[in-house]
């Protein structure tokens, strides 16, 4: 089994940049496919990106595209979620997430392993 946990989140302007890291332990991360998903107040966990075991083939959902990138450093057993140009709707709390799955899954129930989350506020 692999633990997670993320950090960097944080309260920023509208306009600003931040970046999470998510820190893997346990089994090698590098069996594992990642993701990241958010959860705003009073809506549901949605997917925000995710990447194969090996680093490669980055996806992201529509509303982070061109914003968002999703990375990936097996050596370091962590993985990456740079956000730049972030609004108000970004706002919720960031989980990092594994899976043994080789695709990537908007799904959240194809993801096994979870972190505690990190809160990202941008103000309106």
């Known amino acids: 089994q692999v633990q997670l946990v993320e950090s960097g989140g944080e309260l920023v302007q509208t306009g600003g940049s931040l970046r999470l890291s998510c820190q893997a332990s346990g089994r090698t991360f590098k069996v594992y496919s990642m993701a990241w998903f958010r959860q705003a107040p009073g809506k549901e966990r949605e997917f925000v990106a995710g990447?194969?075991?090996?680093?490669?083939?980055?996806f992201y959902a529509e509303s982070v595209e061109g914003r968002f990138t999703i990375s990936k450093d097996n050596a370091k057993n962590t993985g990456y979620l740079q956000m730049n140009s972030l609004n108000p709707m970004d706002t919720g709390v960031y989980y990092c997430a594994a899976t043994e799955l080789v695709f990537i899954s908007r799904n959240r129930a194809d993801w096994h392993y979870w972190g505690q989350g990190t809160q990202v506020s941008v103000p309106s």
């Open positions: 990447i194969a075991r090996d680093g490669r083939d980055p």
